[in-house]
């Protein structure tokens, strides 16, 4: 739950969104468009393109497979596997179920949707201004600041009042998250997080914890999103950002998704929804 992040995490927590292709890799010369519209294997008269085989080639790739004859073989026996089940689909009427036709729907649109995006992602090129500028963001809002939490994390607010009536008495926090703590996390580490930017943190925590000074303990109970908090400061120090030329491709994921949410919010503006 208190994992350090990097620098560029938070603008980029949706760029699973730009599904980006790797290179064409089928062969040593890049076939054109109507080179990808030809048959690469027909299975029961039905051809199965050079286009199919290269998407599915792709996909090896991109899960790390090398581009080798072994892969392209397996491609090619993927392909006629997939045929043969289709062509029995639809030999069964599966194809007419109003379910099966709206999954298809779905599939088409979604590749639609990445295709899209990857256009609006690379639509212009990314200057250094560009990366300076959405750098100093992410820095600004990360804050200057780092904090280091014990805490222990409980679903019910009369347990967490409970615990602290047990801290108050002598009772130790590291010795408490490890036996009620819920927080897999840390509860291993008697309750102690990661450095946490100020940006990182949720904003109840952060009020909760910016005016104490180290190893002092919240005087109440902190509700979160996952439950309730009982929460000391450990320490804290100032944050210092990594160089920005180590963060480039974080920096590069972050402002295409910019461009496609600002792409999204026109496309919403202009629509007529009913």
């Known amino acids: 739950m208190f994992e350090s992040r990097c620098l560029a995490l938070r603008a980029a927590c949706a760029a699973a969104l730009l599904a980006l292709l790797p290179a064409l890799a089928w062969s040593q010369a890049t076939p054109g468009q109507d080179g990808l519209s030809r048959a690469f294997v027909t299975v029961n ?17 991109a899960r790390g497979a090398p581009n080798s004859p072994q892969v392209q073989a397996a491609v090619r026996e993927a392909l006629v596997t997939q045929a043969l089940m289709g062509q029995a689909a639809v030999k069964e009427g599966l194809d007419k179920l109003p379910l099966v036709q709206a999954q298809m729907e779905l599939a088409r649109q979604s590749v639609l949707i990445q295709a899209w995006q990857q256009q609006i992602a690379q639509s212009k090129e990314v200057s250094d201004e560009d990366l300076r500028i959405e750098y100093e963001r992410q820095v600004k809002l990360l804050g200057p600041k780092q904090y280091r939490l014990r805490h222990i994390l409980v679903n019910e607010e009369d347990t967490a009042k409970l ?26 580490t008697g309750g102690l997080t990661d450095w946490l930017a100020q940006g990182e943190m949720q904003p109840a925590l952060l009020k909760a914890v910016e005016s104490l000074k180290s190893g002092q ?20 120090r100032a944050f210092s950002p990594p160089a920005r030329d180590t963060l480039r491709p974080q920096l590069l994921r972050a402002i295409a998704q910019q461009r496609v949410q600002a792409a999204i919010e026109q496309l919403r503006q202009s629509a007529k929804v009913e």
């Open 45 to 61: 008269g039905e051809p199965q393109s050079l286009a199919r085989a290269e998407v599915l080639l792709r996909e090896q790739i």
């Open 163 to 188: 615990l602290l009536e047990r801290l108050r008495s002598g009772g130790k926090l590291a010795d408490l998250a490890g036996e009620y703590s819920r927080d897999e996390a840390t509860r291993g």
């Open 217 to 236: 303990l919240a005087p109440a109970a902190v509700r979160g999103p996952a439950g309730w908090h009982v929460v000391a400061l450990e320490e804290e």
